[in-house]
């Protein structure tokens, strides 16, 4: 993309010369400028406009409108700190024009304090509608609508200094400067209503939430005030961690002014800016299933363009499965990230210049224009509702103090602070405008002030006794779900069975109802020939075979299911197929979507190239939808590094946070078959790392029944916890690794025991061997090579919550015994240094000769996996070597 920084104000006049002679086919003009008209101007042109392009000619009425159009919002006077200087443009050459189609109309309408970014649409009926719009000026305010604008700048004005004043030095991250901000979205939602929209949902970082979450939100300021005296945000006795007061959320039905009611969602957010994006947008689509719902991301200018989530979660806006029709964006531009410059920020001119990848129009305006801001907020919204897309406001302002209310910014950015400090406030700017209009006097001004004040004085001495009420939990569609208790997690027993008849009818019914003019591929026929085969003779039930059964068996029982992940229509590794396509025509078949007319609902969705904000959507998509089994599937388990901060900051402790709760799964393949680092470890260590107080669950399924029971697990709980499957590669095919079909009629197995026949008694077994995963089948087969049996194998199932009792019941039987953890990951990853110490407790409490378990494992690595097949496989060999001997 071009730099257009030199179309901004003071070079207008020269901008219009050269477009002029463009226009009159002037080469000497050179091919930079020849480019940026014709790509920008002429493009757009190329279809009809309801002014007909006319003949190039100085005169074109047409040319002159677009120009504006297209151009206009550079010239506007757009920041309040340097008011442009408007010079005039020389308009002479347009002097026969007819007043409707001067200059100076269009100039007023497209350079004053907003700018309006949309001749970039290629849709014509999206730029005539908004053209109509925005050159129409019908958007009226009455003096009542002016004096709750003020109202609106004066409270988030006076409740911001009133902190700075009570409680000097706290963070609070102040929206003076951007108190339009708060104009902007008590637009939308009264104007929301008249749309039929029911809920909105809000997202946004730090700066102004503590404002959003009293005024618009409807949270007691003597809360806050408490808050900020030290005192907990939740009752006590929850035994939770909490969050810093501009992280928390918060949910309310407010009564609006046309006595209409809109209930509130403010979801919480981290330090991580923009993380709460995907989140946000996962939730409102699941809303969406019952009620309409709108979502509006409030944003920071340097974060909006510097953190890639908002790329990828402005991809997710389009594509069937994450769609929510439209979100209304807000950018409080403050001009500045932390200390950071825009030419520091970014490349583009506009910091909204990313959201052009999906043409959503953008509406620049000066924030101390409150009425603009008011316009362009009525204007997004009813875009929004009328298209169906996202459509984003940039409101231009600044940030009265530093990052932080005890930084100072006078040491990075010295001219702007000084402008800064002998700049009037939105609201003592628009009380003098109002006063002039004689729309208010100053004594109802000094009123409305004095009874705010009052207002924050009384809670401020409330907030000494203040406690909460109530913890904002398990209400709404969660109120018939329960937090799980601490430490019952592992031994919380759930019927996760199903009965073999039902197995086998769903496992035909799946397998064989396809329609017959669909023209499956012969490779999946006989994948699925082969599926029926094993079901009918109830042996030979592998891992996609198990998984289908268990989603057919929920579906049945009324519980929607939705996966999403890259590839997972088909399996990356071509075992899934849940959706067929057809070979002459491209058509698709769900065939878990065609098992009976009650049944409930399979989404199976290809994801976008993304983790972050996908796992993020599918996190968000599982708080408001507890009821349906929600899965993400990693491409590659290591691939869910890309979406650590997720994984860290919402999935492993927004519990304990911000008390919501999760039965989000994900699905991350993990297992060493020598295809490099990036295709081998899911980290099993990093996701161990973070348990603690029951937070989530880890497992690593070795058979197909355990797989199949854990996500029925998963669903059958009377509670919620995300659940870390490592799911396999190479035993998707292993001819061990598969399940007999009455073993889903049973339950999952934390603990899987020796089974295998032939060998020695209990009291000769020399070396317990505890693994988990691919491993097992390793061991046990180099164990029947060398002929082996004096070697007991038992399975660790499930790493978190730890099942200390099982492991006892199993490590007690063999009294003389090596006790020996076993795994494929380098000594210094995998769960040793998790299961270290868990195991020698165990042993500490049983009477047998070994108290320290020894472990076998890969060397210490920096890579978690080598890249070399020849390495790989000597590896492997060391390992088993060392288990047998």
Known sequence: MPNLSYLYGDNAEFVEEMYNRYLRGDKSIGEDWYRIFSSNLEASQAKPFSVQHAAKSDNSASDLA?????YGHFFADLNPLSPSINKEINYQKYSNLSPTHGAGIYRDIYCKNIGFEFMHISSYEERMWLQEKIESQTYTLSSQDKKEILR???????????????????KRFSIEGGESAIVAI??????????????IVLGMAHRGRLNVLTKVMGKE??????????????PSGLEVSGDAKYHLGYSYDRTLVSGKKMHLSLCPNPSHLETVNPVMVGR???????????GISIHGDAAFIGQGVVAETLTLSNIEGYKVDGIIHIVINNQIGFTANPCCARSSFYCTDVTKSIEAPVFHVNGDNPEAVSFVASLATEYRQKFKKDVVIDIICYRKYGHNEGDEPNFTQ???????????????????KLTIEKVLSSDEVSKLRGEFRTRLDRSLTESAAYTPKKADWFGGVWSKLRRARLNNLSEYYTDSGVSLDELKKLGIRINSNIPSSFNINNKVRKILDGRIDNINSGHGIDWATAE????????????????????????????????LVDQVTEETFIPLNNISEKQANFEVIDSALSEYAVMGFEYGYSLDSPYSLVLWEGQFGDFANGAQIMIDQFVASAETKWLRSSGLVLLLPHGYEGQGPEHSSARIERFLQLCAEDNMQVVNCSTPANYFHVLRRQIHRDFRKPLVVFTPKSLLRHKRAVSKLSDLKEKFLTVIPE?????????????????SGKVYYDIIEACERQKINDIAVIRLEQFYPFPADKLSNELEKYKNTEVVWCQEEPKNMGGWFFVNLLIEEVLSDLNIQTKRPKCIARPAAASPACGYASVHIQQQEEILRQVIN
């Open 284 to 294: 409102i689509r699941a809303k969406q299933k019952v009620r309409p719902v709108l």
């Open 548 to 579: 289908s059964l268990a989603f057919a068996s929920l579906l049945t029982e009324g519980i929607g299911v939705r996966l999403s992940g890259q590839d997972s229509g088909r399996g990356t590794f071509s075992h899934r197929h849940s959706r």
């Open 152 to 170: 609106h700048l004066i409270e988030s004005e006076m409740f911001e200094q009133f902190l700075h004043i009570k409680f000097p030095g706290h």
């Open 414 to 432: 010295p001219l702007m602070y000084k402008a800064i400090s002998k700049h009037k406030t939105p609201g003592a700017l628009y009380e003098e």
């Open 221 to 234: 300021y003597s809360a806050v005030l408490s808050e900020f005296q030290g005192n907990l945000a939740y």
């Open 186 to 199: 008590e637009r939308i939602i009264n104007d929301s209503v008249a749309f039929g929209i029911e809920e």
């Open 755 to 771: 089974y295998r026949t032939g060998l020695v008694s209990d009291d000769k077994i020399r070396k317990s061997i505890i693994c």
């Open 66 to 70: 677009n120009f504006f159009r297209s």
